[in-house]
């Protein structure tokens, strides 16, 4: 019963829908950061390489306009000890929040652009042995992107989003991610 049900729910996530407001969520992945760590001026830095992710959420009022929030994380960065040459290990973990008014502009059944303004909050926590720090920011963010529609509810999206930059006493981290994903509405 429940295998003949699957493909009318499916379908029914994916009609067309009369009403222009409409919540979605969305996924995206964007191109790696590189977390760099260094333990005082001129001794060697760590790098590592992170993966970018981005959940988001949001409410379309109408064809033009919406609300968007989302989490985004860079993962989390390790540095050994004989890497940086500090006593310990390091482990860098960063993430970001952010909320945004979203413009869009339907070229045709198909094809629409959009631009993004709001603010993100980044976090970041250092490990560094038996201590941690913690940083927050809250940064201006904005963005650009394209969404081709493979359905009236479905579409694949590209995105070039800057969230602003992280500036802490040692680092100073330029969050700008070209990011690919998809979004559903319902």
């Known amino acids: 019963m429940l295998k003949s049900l699957l493909p009318l729910v499916v379908a029914s996530l994916f009609a067309s829908s009369a009403h222009a407001q409409q919540a979605y969520v969305g996924a995206a992945l964007g191109n790696g950061t590189s977390l760099k760590y260094r333990t005082a001026p001129g001794a060697p830095a760590g790098e590592d390489m992170t993966l970018f992710g981005r959940l988001y959420g949001g409410y379309a009022f109408d064809d033009t306009w919406a609300l968007e929030g989302g989490f985004a994380s860079y993962g989390k960065a390790t540095f050994d000890k004989a890497e940086t040459g500090a006593p310990y290990d390091t482990t860098l973990k960063t993430n970001l929040v952010y909320a945004a008014v979203r413009a869009s502009y339907r070229l ?8 993004k303004l709001g603010a993100a909050r980044h ?3 250092l490990d560094q042995g038996d201590t941690s720090t913690r940083h927050h920011e809250v940064r201006p963010m904005f963005g650009i992107g394209a969404a081709y ?3 009236p509810r479905a579409a694949l999206t590209l995105e070039l989003n800057d969230y602003g930059t992280v500036r802490t006493p040692d680092s100073k ?3 700008r991610k070209l990011e690919a994903g998809a979004r559903f509405s319902f």
Request: hydrophobic residues 45%; charged residues 10%.
């Open 108 to 115: 045709n059944d198909a094809w629409s652009f959009n631009g």
């Open 123 to 125: 976090f970041q926590e």
């Open 149 to 151: 529609n493979l359905t």
């Open 173 to 175: 981290l330029i969050v």
